[in-house]
């Protein structure tokens, strides 16, 4: 993030709901001087975890009319993976979200760099998910079943292989579809600097420092095709150029 960031030129402004309007006029107000030009405004109306529409118009303006994307008074946003994938698909070349925050008294412009937001907000569902798993494990010393209402405790041998066999098998599957969604924007980004061959990818993955979905350092060719071929199962773009997927 950089601080003292000097608003001069055009501004798509993104507003994060309706109630932040106000706020959000006199932020602008504070922050833009002479030399900047707002292009256009969105606000959002509809409040959800998993999209932001009024965000991804926001941001299919900036890129048809080289404009920056300003948001007054961000707050968490960052921390929202539907946020961090809208504004991955910023023009590669200017790839920030300025945002204008308040602090103790005096208004300030900021620039977010976008990969830096997105691995960030990764990590911190990582971390997020771990916790809730320590805590699920702590209460499941009982389990009942939804069909039966039977109470099993957990520390009947073949209760649990016959609850826990179906159950973990939903649960990898899960994993690997959420793993999915969260790393294509970051491919994405990849394929945009040039890196298109799978060979490319995977060295580009290892380059960020991204680990696999066992937590391996590695990346191979093959681990990227695999990777793609989820993604096309679940309909997420795929940017086919120099690479092959049956």
Not at 23 to 52: H, N, P, Q
Not at 199 to 218: F, P
Request: overall charge positive; some cysteine.
């Amino acid at each position: 993030m950089r601080s003292n960031y000097s608003a001069i030129g055009k501004f798509v402004v993104y507003i994060k709901s309706t109630k932040d309007k106000a706020r959000g006029d006199a932020l602008l107000g504070r922050a833009l001087t002479g030399r900047s030009t707002i292009v256009d405004m969105f606000i959002e109306t509809e409040v959800r975890k998993d999209k932001k529409k009024e965000l991804e118009k926001a941001v299919q303006k900036c890129n048809a009319k080289s404009a920056k994307l300003i948001i007054p008074n961000i707050g968490h946003l960052p921390r929202s993976l539907a946020f961090c994938n809208a504004v991955m698909k910023l023009d590669g070349n200017d790839p920030y979200v300025c945002a204008i925050r308040e602090t103790d008294g005096h208004v300030g412009v900021y620039k977010y760099h976008t990969m830096q937001m997105f691995l960030q907000c990764v990590d911190q569902i990582n971390i997020n998910k771990q916790i809730a798993k320590k805590a699920l494990r702590k209460k499941m010393e009982t389990y009942i079943d939804p069909d039966t209402n039977e109470l099993w405790k957990a520390g009947n041998p073949v209760n649990l292989q016959s609850v826990a066999t179906p159950n973990a098998a939903r649960v990898r599957q899960q994993q690997a579809d959420d793993y999915c969604n969260e790393i294509m924007p970051v491919i994405r980004e990849i394929q945009r600097y040039g890196k298109v061959t799978l060979q490319g990818i995977a060295d580009a993955l290892i380059a960020r420092n991204i680990k696999t979905r066992r937590g391996k350092d590695t990346w191979t060719p093959m681990g990227v095709s695999n990777l793609l071929k989820k993604a096309k199962e679940l309909g997420i773009y795929v940017w086919k150029l120099n690479m092959k997927i049956e």
